[in-house]
């Protein structure tokens, strides 16, 4: 199982962007669908965003479409979520998330967590 560590979190006033990373260890992270993942406080944890091995199949939230971008880079284990347009309600613990080569990286699948990253957003 891959390891996966997030970086980029922190605070950004509203409307503000912040981008975060996500490195991975292991040899599968080419081959694995990758998923953001998001929870506020009192919520569950829910799926944010999600790309394949090969960038193909990009899946995002109704939530933060057309704000948020997901993207990949295999040379450098690493995949990205660009936040644009931050909301107030945007505000949560991101955690990265591996799942086996599958089209969407849904919660049930997950193999592999990070330690999540705090994103607070002021209004």
């Known amino acids: 199982q891959a390891q996966l560590a997030e970086s980029g979190g922190g605070l950004v006033q509203a409307g503000g962007s912040l981008r975060l990373s996500c490195a991975a260890s292991?040899?599968?992270?080419?081959?694995?669908?990758m998923g953001w993942f998001r929870q506020a406080p009192g919520k569950e944890r829910d799926l944010v965003a999600s790309?394949?091995?090969?960038?193909?199949?990009?899946y995002l939230a109704d939530s933060v479409k057309g704000r948020f971008t997901i993207s990949r880079d295999n040379a450098k284990n690493t995949v990205y979520l660009q936040m644009n347009s931050l909301k107030a309600e945007d505000t949560a613990v991101y955690y990265c998330a591996a799942c086996p080569g599958i089209s969407v990286c849904w919660s049930r699948l997950v193999n592999s967590w990070g330690e999540g990253t705090l994103v607070t957003v002021s209004s």
């Open positions: 292991g040899r599968t992270f080419s081959s694995a669908t």
């Open positions: 790309i394949t091995w090969d960038g193909g199949y990009p």
